[in-house]
């Protein structure tokens, strides 16, 4: 199985910043998929909110995403953030496998 790691989250107040890290162990896996950043808020389904050419209506102009090929790790810039920001944030394929392989995720919890 591939193995995703995530890693950045943390608490913070309203307004401030966090930088997510997503190291793909495997890295022919990383190189052919598109990626992106799925957030789960506390009694919410699972959402994609980033991906290169993709960002939720709520994260948009906040959120920036990128990756280093090098370094087989994308990354998820977020900036001005909101309480609704709250969730646990993970990376993983746009294309999503049946069932999908979920890493363990990052919590990010935002302050008011």
């Known amino acids: 199985q591939v193995r995703l790691v995530e890693s950045g989250g943390g608490l913070v107040q309203a307004g401030g910043s966090l930088r997510l890290s997503c190291v793909v162990l495997?890295?022919?896996?990383?190189?052919?998929?598109?990626m992106g950043w799925y957030r789960q808020a506390p009694g919410k389904q699972r959402e994609l909110v980033a991906s290169?050419?993709y960002y939720a209506d709520s994260v948009k102009g906040r959120f920036t995403i990128s990756r280093d090929n090098a370094k087989n790790t994308m990354y998820l810039q977020m900036d001005s953030l909101k309480p609704e920001d709250t969730g646990v944030y993970y990376c993983n394929t746009l294309s999503l496998g049946i069932p999908p392989y979920w890493g363990q995720g990052t919590q990010v919890t935002v302050s008011s």
């Open positions: 290169e050419s």
């Open positions: 495997e890295r022919n896996f990383f190189s052919a998929n598109a």
